[in-house]
């Protein structure tokens, strides 16, 4: 299922955030509906090669693109996701993580941390759109956020 027809199935509140699966983010509508902030198709490549050496690292490592909720809507009223963060659920440390992006200005994180650390998901509900069409509230599953206790949060300014 496409993520511009899933994120018409649910009413997100305007000040939370949504997680969702890498690949239902990366993919063929990237640029159309779905927007990064690194927006040059080659410093994407580039990321998307750093992210498989860093799956090679860690092969149960889980990928997620987290996006505000309020920009699932553009200023032509069309819907559209932007987003500026990786979420990357990984035992690989944060500093394996920053080594992996030297030498490659144009895409570095502006920050790299752990999830412990930060206060994004301390909301009511807590959604994840995933590849299999299924959204849910992570905050009202059986799924426990704390399934995300080894998230490393990647975050371009």
Not at 108 to 128: A, C, W
Not at 133 to 140: M, Q
Request: hydrophobic share 35%; with cysteine.
């Amino acid at each position: 299922m496409k993520l511009s027809n899933l994120i018409k199935t649910v009413q997100v509140p305007t000040d939370n955030y949504i997680l969702i699966e890498y690949d239902l983010f990366f993919n063929e509508d990237l640029g159309r509906f779905n927007r990064f902030s690194i927006d040059d198709q080659k410093d994407i490549k580039i990321l998307m090669i750093i992210i498989n050496e860093l799956k090679r690292l860690d092969e149960a490592m889980d990928l997620y693109v987290l996006a505000y909720s309020y920009e699932t809507i553009d200023y032509k009223g069309n819907n559209s996701i932007y987003a500026d963060c990786l979420w990357l659920n990984t035992t690989t440390s944060v500093d394996v993580i920053d080594k992996m992006f030297e030498g490659y200005k144009s895409i570095q994180p502006s920050s790299i941390s752990d999830l412990k650390e930060m206060e994004e998901y301390n909301q009511e509900h807590f959604y994840l759109f995933k590849s299999t069409g299924d959204v849910i509230d992570l905050k009202n599953s059986q799924s426990s956020m704390h399934e995300f206790d080894n998230v490393k949060i990647l975050y371009w300014d």
